[in-house]
């Protein structure tokens, strides 16, 4: 440990303490000889009056009289950025200490590494500041890491950005011409045709219907995943939104012999506000879902309202069915990208896994009703 000799300028860096034993101030001197945080006293006009071993090589000087010979004047000769001296000031004078400043100083050798300071003042009976003393550790490791590891989120954002605009870009060029082979399979079924040609062409519409469901559904992964997907706020009949997506599904669940059921609660209000068409897509996924895996009796589709302390309801929907249901360990995959219970639900039912994942940011809005 090496102190500057006092002064007239300088105020006293020892003496400001009551008097030690011989014995206390050695053991106080190894202490702050073989600290690995720097150690440091200062004068408020930014001088070293004392620093250790550790700040020295810190800094990249030989020893700590090098460095007290070195720097006259701190502001200048260590911040790279002389403004944080201003800011160290203006927190002693407020708080008496410093916690935690990080900042960028400037070695010997002129390379830059990150300090974080912690400092208090010492002031005489009379509350003047005699002298600043504190310690500093090097936080460059933590500082790389840290900027290493915020470049790898941005690339990661601006890739997913880029995915979705890609996702989204594809799904409009698809679209199109799927919309267009839909359409004349459609007028080709109401022309005349043998029952053979029109089982294949039945068959033709079918997969261009499933197509352009899935490319509907990226389009809408895209939007979710680029924090595009705006919900409106209009009000709507309740029952007829519930009733549409029933209408999508009826067809199907005719097929399987199926009951497709609707049960709304007594209470119930009529008129909900939110985004009904994202509602009824919510709904036909589920209800799609429901049909899908049950081979025999029923799917019901429930809506009952929850009164909420403000005066207002949130309207709670539900889909139950007599299928395959999902076993309870299989329940936290619900809403996962591409996941399904096993693989033998794709061989055997098809689709993606990816429908529920859909509609999980638009569930996360609650649908109120005034």
């Known amino acids: 440990m090496r102190a500057a000799s ?13 008097p030690q034993s011989a014995g206390s101030l050695e053991g106080y001197r190894s202490i702050v000889q073989n600290a690995v945080e720097g150690i440091f006293q200062s004068t408020p006009e930014g001088h070293y009056l004392l620093v250790n071993p550790a700040l020295a090589r810190m800094y990249g000087y030989g020893s700590p009289e090098e460095l007290l010979h070195s720097v006259r004047d701190i502001s200048r ?10 800011e160290f000031k203006r927190l002693m004078e407020r708080d008496a200490e410093v916690r935690g400043l990080e900042y960028q100083v400037r070695r010997k050798d002129g390379s830059i590494i990150w300090i974080s300071e912690h400092a208090r003042a010492v002031r005489s009976e009379t509350g003047a500041v005699l002298y600043y003393e504190g310690f500093i550790q090097d936080i460059t490791g933590r500082k790389t890491v840290e900027a ?14 880029a995915k979705s605009q890609f996702l989204a870009m594809m799904s409009h060029e698809i679209r199109t011409p799927m919309n267009g082979v839909i359409g004349m399979t459609s007028l080709l079924l109401d022309s005349p045709l043998t029952p ?29 995943e680029s924090g595009r997907l705006d919900l409106e706020h209009e009000e709507f009949i309740v029952r007829d939104c519930v009733e549409g997506a029933l209408d999508l599904l009826a067809p199907r669940a005719t097929e399987k012999n199926l009951d497709l059921l609707c049960e709304i609660a007594e209470g119930t209000p009529g008129f909900a506000r939110g985004d009904s068409s994202r509602l009824r897509q919510i709904l036909v996924n589920l209800l799609s879902n429901a049909v899908k895996f049950t081979e025999t009796g029923e799917v019901l589709l429930s809506v009952h309202a929850q009164p909420r302390a403000d005066g207002r309801f949130e309207l709670h929907f539900s889909v139950r069915d007599t299928g395959i249901g999902i076993p309870p360990a299989a329940r936290g995959r619900l809403f996962q990208s591409f996941s399904q219970v096993d693989a033998s639900t794709t061989r055997r039912y098809g689709g993606t896994g990816d429908r529920l994942r859909l509609f999980e940011p638009p569930l996360e809005s609650v649908w109120m009703v005034g």
């Open 196 to 224: 053979e040609q029109h089982e294949y062409t039945e068959t033709i519409r079918q997969s261009g219907d499933a197509l352009l469901g899935i490319i509907n559904d990226i389009l809408d992964f895209s939007k979710i």
């Open 148 to 161: 290493e590891l915020r470049e790898a989120k941005e690339a990661a954002e601006a890739a997913s950005v």
């Open 6 to 18: 006092p002064d007239s300028s300088n105020p006293p860096t020892l003496n400001s303490s009551p």
């Open 77 to 86: 000769s260590i911040y790279v950025d002389p403004g944080v001296r201003l």
